[in-house]
C-alpha cells in the first residue's frame, strides 16, 4: 500500500531518533503543568531505532507487556536472556507476526520476530533472536509535495546469547546484537545524503529464582533484572550529533502458584526504564548547536539518566513504565492471560489492557494477544490481534523414545 510522507518528516525523524516528531519541551513547566497556560507539559525519552523496544511476542503482550520474570520460552530473547538456563525443553524455537497501525488503514507496515535456543546441558543455554521491522511501501515528497520517488524503509536486528547457571537458583547471561536501519538511505536532506544507520548493543541479564512454600502447595518466585542494547550511538549521515538508542534497565518478578495436579496461576510485573538522557534541547553551552545531552558518550549517557530529568526525582520516577498481567495454565495445554500497561502521561502517555489466549498440542504452541486502548491517544496496536507459533523439537525425541 502506498503511502504518502514528507521527506522533512523523515529527517526530523531521523533528528529527533524516532519517526515521529518530538513534542517540544516547555522549559518553565511546574509540576508537570505550564504555569502560563496551565497545560500539561510532555518531555518523553527519545531514541533511534525504537523497534528494538516493541514487545515482539504475543505470550508477553498479553500479560501487558510483561515478560522478564515468567517461565522461559524462546522470547526470553528479547526480555530476559538469562531465563534460557532454565529452560525445561532442549530446542524451541518461535515465530511471531504483529500487524502495524491497521487502525489507520495500513495494510504492509508489520514487525516480524523468530527466536529460539538450544540447551546445551543442565546448566548451559544459547539463544538466537531476528527482528525485522517493514515501514511499507512510502512515496517521499518535499516541502511542496512534489515527488520524489518511493521507498521501502525497513529496519532489523540480529541478536544471540549465552545463558549459564551458577547456582541451582541463580543464571546470568550476555548478549550480542547488530542493529540496522534504513529509514530514506539515497535521499538528500539539507545536503546531507541519509544512509542506512550501523549500531552493535550487548544485553547484560540475571535471574534468580526460589520455591516458597507457606501453604500445601508449592509456589516459585521469580526475579528478573536485565540491561539491554547496551551499545554504539546510531546516525544516518556523517553528522557528528549522533542519537541514542534504547538502552533500557528492566526488572521483572513473578510468583507462580501450582494450584493443585493441573492449575497453576502466575502473577507477574515489569518495571522499565530507558537509560537514556532527558531531553534538554535549550542546553546548549558550548554553542555548536548540538544540545548538550546529546553529545554524551553511550556510557556516560546511562549513568546520567538516573539524574538529568529538569523536574528532579519525582520526574525520575515518572519515566519508568509498568507492564502487569496474570497467566492461568490448564494441565500445561491451555492458557488464559490479561494484564495492563502504564506509562505516564508526560513520558508517552501509553496506557491499555491486554488479553490473551495461549494452546499447546504435541509439538506445536499458539499464543494471540489483543491490545485494548484505556486513552484517546492512539497506539499502532489498538484493537489488533497477533500470534505467535512456538514449535518444540524435542517433542519429536518423546515420540521416539
Known sequence: MKKLLALSLIAAGI????????????????????PITGEKCANAVTSAVPFLRIVPDARGGAMGDAG?????????MHYNPSKLAFAEKRVSISATYTPWMRNLGLQDVYLAYLSGYVRLDKLQSIGFGLRYFSLGDIEFTDEQGMSLGQGRPNEFEVAGGYARKLSDRFSAAIGAKFIYSNLATGRVVEGNEIKPGIAGAADISMTYKAPVNFTKNKSEFTLGVAVSNLGSKITYTNSINRDYIPTNLGVGVAWKFNLDEFNTLTFTSDFNKLLVPTPRPEI?????KIPDYKQYSSIRGVFK????????FSEELKEITIGTGVEYWYDDQFAVRAGYFYEHYSKGNRKYFSVGLGVKYNIFGLNFSYLVPTTNQRNPLDNTLRFSLLFD????DSETD
Open 15 to 34: 533528528c529527533c531518533g524516532t519517526t515521529t516528531l518530538q513534542a517540544q519541551i516547555e522549559p518553565k513547566c511546574k509540576n508537570g503543568f505550564n
Open 68 to 76: 522478564l520474570a515468567t517461565s522461559a520460552d524462546p522470547n526470553a
Open 305 to 312: 539518566s538516573f539524574g538529568d530529568a529538569p523536574g528532579g
Open 393 to 396: 523439537f524435542e517433542a519429536f
Open 284 to 288: 546548549d553551552e558550548d554553542g555548536d
